[in-house]
């Protein structure tokens, strides 16, 4: 029963990020137009469990009229709204308290802010610490979303095997992280991984939209395209079971996904998701419309 969407509001970033699992970036194309968020939002109210309406990206920042509008509407049916940022443009507190003030008065219920050395470097007067404190003091909710590069650790965890080696971090090994960052780290036979640790693929709780239409359960794993079948229609038709990548996931994971279809792979990966990535992404030819936009892949 869906709770939440999250419009990925544009895949344009001013900055490019290692770790980005949409690759998004400076000339990343792919923008809502206010239409479509409107209509995005008014099919939400035929949706009964939905609560939530993010905004995203990308950084939604870059379009801040569009947003403010879209919040609106967003508002003004009901919906609580929460954003997420990299904080780019709280020059000063003062500065930041500006660009919040619009957010206040319409009732924003959380303002998340990467706070990261990925995002910001070492800094340790970063904009996100500007933005929060921002924040506080025009009574905004706001909270910090701190991402750790992937390194290269051993267990101590009783619930492994002591000394295996582990990944430390918490960056999801999708998209641009996949290109970017495995370098160093330790993998594992790609038949222990028989499950999806991260989504409910079976009955998710929230999807990302992104301007395509494309409706992501997992980045670039499509439920199908709300500019062909209306979004409430979709998450009432979907059964993960008939989903062509999510049937196979549920059943056994991305070993079972490469099984199904065949994909020729390595032998060993770093996580599940590095090893879900690479299979998803040769199977695009294939099933376009459920793997997309093939710009979060890293294709053209
Ligand atoms: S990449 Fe695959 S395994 Fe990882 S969370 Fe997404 S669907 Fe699950």
């Known amino acids: 029963m869906l709770q939440g969407v999250h419009f990925l509001l544009t895949y344009m970033c001013n900055f490019e990020c290692d770790h980005c699992f949409v690759y998004s970036g400076p000339s990343a194309p792919g923008t809502f137009t206010l239409n479509q968020i409107k209509d995005v939002i008014d099919e939400m109210t035929n949706i009964d469990t939905a609560e939530w309406v993010y905004f995203e990206g990308g950084e939604p920042f870059l379009f801040y009229p569009i947003m403010i509008e879209g919040v609106k509407i967003a508002r003004d049916q009901g919906f609580r709204v929460g954003i997420v940022t990299n904080s780019y443009f709280a020059t000063t ?9 619009p ?13 990261d050395p990925l995002h910001h470097g070492d800094e340790k007067e970063s904009p996100a610490k500007r933005l929060i404190a921002a924040a506080r003091r025009v ?3 706001a ?3 701190c991402i750790e590069k992937p390194v290269a650790g051993v267990s101590t965890d009783s619930t492994q095997e002591k000394g295996e080696p582990v990944i430390g971090g918490d960056t999801m090994l999708r998209g641009r992280a996949v290109e970017k960052l495995l370098e160093g780290l330790p993998k594992k036979s790609w038949k222990t991984f028989t499950e999806c640790p991260h989504e409910e693929l079976v009955v998710p709780k929230r999807i990302h939209v992104d301007p395509y239409g494309n409706t992501h359960i997992c980045q670039g794993l499509s439920m199908g395209n709300i500019w062909e079948v209306p979004l409430s229609e979709l998450d009432k038709k979907y059964d993960a079971n008939l989903h062509p990548i999510c049937g196979p996931l549920i059943k056994g994971g991305p070993a079972q ?23 998803r992404k040769s199977l695009i030819g294939k099933f376009p419309q459920f793997l997309a936009p093939r710009q979060v892949y890293g294709l053209e």
């Open 143 to 145: 909270s910090s979303i």
């Open 93 to 101: 507190k003062e500065d930041a308290e500006i660009w919040l003030k």
């Open 103 to 115: 957010l206040v008065a319409l009732g924003i219920s959380i303002l998340s802010v990467s706070d």
């Open 139 to 141: 009574g905004m909710p």
């Open 257 to 279: 996904l490469a099984k199904t279809y065949d994909v020729k792979h390595e032998d060993a990966y770093v996580d599940a998701c590095h090893f879900c990535y690479l299979v």
